[in-house]
């Protein structure tokens, strides 16, 4: 039984045309599809939801993907002048490794929780352009499986994720790797850039009633922050990766020096882009254990104003410090003294984030789960990598520095115990309200363990190498520059190797957890209110209906749903918290007054193939002319069937149909 | 071990946080052992960056130094403070704590408190960047260019450097020879696509952007030989694409440059005499050897840019007065003499440096198995259908399929170019 966007039967405007297309009139060729069951509803929904899930798993699979493309990496790393891979494989090897993790899976995974969790924790029933949602999940899907068919096409890009110019032109990477990336991360970065204008318009104009940017839950206030980021910084890589493309496929001349350019332009457009997209990754994940810390700790967010701007504020400041990745590249002085202080005020909203990470567990009552873990975990690694990235600010030492291990240490700590640490919080914070299962905790707590000693075995002794003069994307290293000593560079390598399959043992660890609670159906149904939270998402059911909420619930706090059971009671020895209503409760009071008139869009056949069409444009560019233009007709097609198609499903379809109050609804 | 879910209702029932706090004090255990295992490590790293041997290293030591001490300290104090918070705060069935937002003075005390300390750390930063970029006490200057994958250096004439100062152009490659205590600046472009030039010992990287001319400062307290590396990625053999500063006292030096000046040697020996011809005859059209004449006496002159996309090839004038060859990567000399040279004291480096690479000396299997097929044992893209899809050009050596008995002719004319 599907609940779909029913027509309002007047018109928006008084007076002049209605403003929706119904059925009848429609110019579309096809009806919206209903399927409620089986692929098609997957494949044609626009459900934030889903579509949540859908980034989620394809996001994880990525992820996979990635990680062993680092096993292969530490794999020939292992030993002095290894043979495992050879140089051009190596050199793929690493740029896909990045590509991968970057934008195939914490930039997805990310767009996951946000789609699943932001129109529930403002108390909204789906995103503003559920459509629009849906055409970004089918980019990234296809633009992401377009990046990884390189592999078996020629190769895979070779040029590192960065792409400098001029090694990754077509004199200096003749395969069609680097094509297969610019418009790759091209079709990736319209997923990106649709989300984030739908997010903005969705937390802009959708919270609940009573909801202030300021009673906002932290995690949505980071994701609002980096949306904007994303508007801000991908155009910036759209144009770079246009220019790319059109250097290497048409004969374009903006980096070539003989033709008068300057292949700088390409590190400044590139980190125009790229620093903001450190921030990207990042904040998120900010956001998730801003959320899970102070529920495990059951306090509020400690300064939680300072806690937001310092977000924002680390966003606006990350727009002006991307020379830092350019210390070495010949700036002159000038440049390079006012990028390095201005790296280092970044370094002051981040701080504050620690400190009331901190002060929020400070006093509270700490429950030691997995997810809580998972942010004490990112606290700490996320310290050690803000640290290390204080020492890069300073650009003298920077020049020692930049290119060696030293920074591939810095940014997996920050990536991958910032980011990612902060991502598995959320799998085991949210997984219960996602999938109404829980995932063993004990099985949880082999997860976080692996990883944690994995990680800092892996990246840890990185710091060594690289301060002791082991450059990065080096397909070997020489036994004569590893030092003397039994502690020589070489046995640190080495201890990064083991690191990385203890992480990915981790990893596994996290697969297993989840295969068994639901594959081997060994899962525990969650309860309602399992972590006891503080966040409007967990005032609905687990997982949540279609419509999210019966009732769209007024908001009175910033953790509603936590002031909604708790009181606070005077009583002989002073002001107690005291839980007067459960979460069942709750539920079933708005149940009962369930609202009218839900209204719910309709899945539609556009988004996918739109989706499509691109990735075949893209096919197009690279091998001909006439495939790109089919599909172009394709998307162009596609184009028209969106805009034309009813803007609801037919009368019959609807469930319950019409004219039947919204309370049967609120009930399927 | 139970499950670790409160029901809403029942006050939660926390896991064993002893344990947790146990492992967690295990982690900080192992994070300082890791700390400790730093200061005992890796002996004498030939481009360890916390050794400098050069004022302009020194500087930037001296800046870094205290930044790792001071975010050191406050990582520890971040641990600790962590450390505490969970064994003092863990769930022990205490009452739920009042739900207060924080006080601002506990924000705005840190942040100005960051902010001091940043700017403490930002002023002297400024002024080292403004220190390093000073080029007006310049005594020598040498250009450096990279191409895939090795480094050329260039003298140009000029009246500093050496005694007497340098009167005609010198060109070298790998191994870059200076005056010790001399402020040389290194002029450094680039032929092809983005390098960077890396000395730990001596300076900061600096990189080799094609089109532009990037300067930077190097002076080695002392005679020796400092390694590096290119580190900005340069593509298929980023990897191999090495280099080393030979820092000779300065009247070494001035030997250095008169030998290198010194007119064309014709070979005496008669193995070397058909050596020169069968170089001439295959590699002499990219590589440069100065005042080699043909049989009719006309000077050879190489063209390397009708060959190669970078359009030069090393130059071999002297190629024995270097103990490293191919981008630096390997050692012209067999392991035994190398540690002589390369981990001489520095009163006798200039000396032996300056001696070269004898015939008892040639690490000569490398060389061959170079000169017999370099693709296989450094990555290029030069084999003849590379060549041929990009308009007859290389990037990197080809394999030229010379026999064996060519080889030796070859080496034993190219030992006797010191």
């Keep these: 039984m599907a609940i779909i966007e029913r027509p309002s039967t007047t018109p928006a405007v008084a007076g002049s045309a209605p403003s929706f297309v119904g059925p009848a009139d429609a110019y579309g060729a096809f009806r919206r599809p209903v399927t409620s069951r089986g692929w098609r509803s997957w494949v044609f929904t626009v459900d934030h939801k889903k579509l949540g899930i859908m980034y989620g798993v394809v996001a994880f699979c990525f992820f996979l993907v990635g990680g062993l493309e680092a096993l292969l990496i530490r794999t020939q790393l292992a030993a002095p002048d290894n043979t495992v891979l050879s140089a051009g494989t190596y050199n793929q090897m690493f740029t896909m490794h990045a590509t991968t993790m970057i934008f195939l899976f914490v930039m997805p995974m990310v767009s996951g929780f946000a789609n699943y969790m932001v129109p529930l924790q403002i108390g909204a029933r789906d995103v503003a352009f559920p459509r629009l949602n849906a055409f970004g999940f089918w980019c990234f899907l296809v633009g992401g499986i377009f990046l990884n068919t390189s592999w078996f096409l020629g190769g895979a890009a070779d040029g590192g994720w960065f792409m400098y110019q001029p090694n990754a032109s077509h004199l200096f990477s003749p395969s069609h790797g680097v094509d297969y990336w610019a418009l790759g991360v091209q079709i990736t970065g319209i997923a990106s850039l649709t989300g984030a204008i739908n997010l903005i318009v969705t937390i802009i104009n959708m919270r609940a009633p009573g909801m202030t940017m300021w009673k906002m839950p932290i995690f949505t206030w980071m994701v609002l922050v980096v949306q904007f980021l994303l508007v801000f910084s991908l155009p910036v890589i759209t144009v770079a990766l246009f220019l790319l493309t059109f250097s290497r496929v048409f004969g374009g001349q903006f980096f070539n020096v003989q033709a008068g350019a300057d292949p700088l332009l390409w590190q400044h457009l590139f980190w125009i882009f790229g620093h903001p997209e450190v921030y990207i990754l990042i904040l998120p994940s900010f956001g998730i254990v801003s959320e899970v810390l102070p529920v495990f700790s059951r306090k509020p967010l400690f300064g939680y104003k300072f806690v937001a701007f310092s977000g924002a504020a680390i966003g606006f400041v990350g727009f002006g410090v991307w020379a830092h990745h350019m210390f070495a590249s010949g700036l002159g002085p000038l440049s390079v003294a006012v990028f390095s202080v201005g790296t280092m005020m970044i370094a002051i ?78 799998f085991y914070y949210w997984w219960p309200k996602i999938f109404g299962k829980l995932l063993n905790e004990r099985i949880g707590k082999w997860n976080f363990w692996l990883m944690v000693i994995g990680m800092n075995l892996t990246f840890g002794p990185m710091h060594m190498i690289g301060l002791q003069g082991q450059p990065r994307r080096m397909v070997v290293w020489p036994q004569n520059l590893t030092g003397d000593g039994l502690f020589n560079l070489g046995f640190w390598n080495k201890v990064a190797t083991v690191g990385s399959y203890i992480l990915g043992l981790g990893v596994l660890t996290f697969v297993w957890n989840v295969t068994r609670t639901h594959l081997l159906r060994k899962g525990e149904v969650a309860p309602l209110d399992p972590w ?6 967990w005032m609905t059911s687990n997982p949540p209906k279609e419509h999210n909420f019966d009732a769209i619930p007024t908001v009175h706090e910033v953790d509603e749903f936590f002031h909604r059971k708790y009181e606070e009671v005077e009583t002989d020895h002073g002001v107690r918290l005291v839980k007067t209503r459960s979460a069942e409760e709750i539920l079933a009071d708005q149940e009962a007054h369930a609202d009218a008139h839900i209204h719910m869009p309709s899945p539609s056949y556009w988004p996918v193939v739109l989706a499509v069409g691109l ?54 | 071990m139970t499950r670790n879910i409160p029901s809403p209702e029942v006050a939660p029932v926390h896991d064993s946080p ?55 300290v406050i990582g520890i104090l971040v641990f600790a403070a962590v450390g505490y918070i969970v064994w003092r705060f863990k769930d022990r069935g205490q009452e739920l704590p009042i739900q207060g937002h924080g006080k601002p003075i506990l924000e705005i005390g840190p942040i100005v408190l960051s902010a001091a300390l940043l ?72 032929n092809d696509v983005i390098h960077s030039y890396w000395i730990p010992k001596l300076n900061g990287k600096r990189d080799a952007v094609p089109g532009r001319t990037h300067t930077l400062r190097l002076e080695a307290d002392q005679p020796g030989i400092y390694s590096g590396q290119c580190t900005e990625f340069c593509g298929l053999s980023h990897a191999r694409m090495r280099m080393q500063v030979a820092a000779l006292d300065q009247a070494h030096f001035d030997t250095w440059v008169t030998n290198q000046t010194a007119p064309y040697q014709k070979p005496t020996d008669p193995a070397a005499i058909t050596g020169e011809a069968t170089f001439q005859a295959n590699c002499s059209r990219c590589h440069q050897v100065d005042g080699m004449a043909d049989s009719a006496g006309k000077p050879i002159i190489s063209q ?74 450094k990555p290029m893209y030069s084999s003849d259908a590379q060549i041929a899809s990009n308009n007859g050009l290389s990037r990197g050596m080809p394999n030229l399929k010379l026999k064996d008995d060519q080889i030796s002719q070859i080496i034993d004319y190219l030992v006797t170019r010191k």
């Design chain 1, 532 to 537: 006891d939270a503080r966040t409007l998402e």
């Design chain 2, 18 to 72: 002893r344990r947790v706090t146990r492992r967690r004090v295990g982690l900080a255990a192992t994070a300082t052992g890791l700390l400790v295992a730093l200061a005992g490590c890796a002996r004498n790293a030939p481009q360890d960056t916390f050794q400098p041997a050069g004022e302009n290293a020194r500087s930037i030591d001296n800046l870094q130094r205290p930044v790792f001490y001071i975010a050191g």
């Design chain 2, 304 to 377: 390397p840019e009708l060959y190669v996309v970078s359009g030069s090839a090393p130059n071999l004038s002297h190629l024995m007065s270097r103990n490293t060859f191919a981008g630096a990567v390997w050692d012209l000399l067999t392991p035994a003499c190398r540690d002589k040279v390369w981990h001489a004291k520095p009163e006798e480096f200039s000396e032996l440096y300056l001696q070269g690479v004898s015939r008892e000396c040639l690490n000569e299997k490398d060389l061959r198995d170079w000169i017999r097929d370099a693709p296989a044992k």
């Design chain 1, 349 to 426: 909203p981040t701080g504050v984030k620690i400190i009331n990470w901190t002060l929020t567990m400070w006093g509270g009552k700490l429950r030691f789960t997995t997810a809580m873990l998972f942010a004490i975990g990112l606290v700490i690694e996320f310290t050690i990598g803000g640290l290390s990235g204080v020492t890069h600010a300073v650009s003298p030492s920077d020049t020692q520095q930049t290119d060696t291990y030293y920074i591939v240490a810095h940014f997996h700590y920050v990536l991958f115990g910032g980011a990612i640490f902060g991502l598995f919080a959320g």
């Design chain 2, 119 to 190: 700017l403490g750390i930002g002023v002297p930063t400024v002024a080292t960047v403004f220190k390093l970029a000073k080029t007006s006490d310049t005594q020598c200057v040498v250009i450096v260019t990279g191409q895939q994958w090795w480094w050329e250096y260039t003298y140009p004439v000029q009246p500093g450097c050496a005694a007497g100062g340098i009167k005609q152009p010198i060109v070298t490659s790998g191994q870059l020879v200076v005056p010790a205590k001399t402020h040389v600046l290194a002029e450094i472009q680039s």
């Design chain 1, 615 to 668: 990735v075949i444009v893209a096919y197009g560019v690279i091998y001909s002319v006439l495939l790109a233009v089919v599909g172009a007709l394709i998307t162009l097609g596609a184009s028209f069937a969106w805009a034309l198609e009813p803007s609801t499903a037919d009368p019959s379809d609807f469930d319950p149909p019409a004219g039947t109050p919204g309370k049967e609804l609120a009930n399927v």
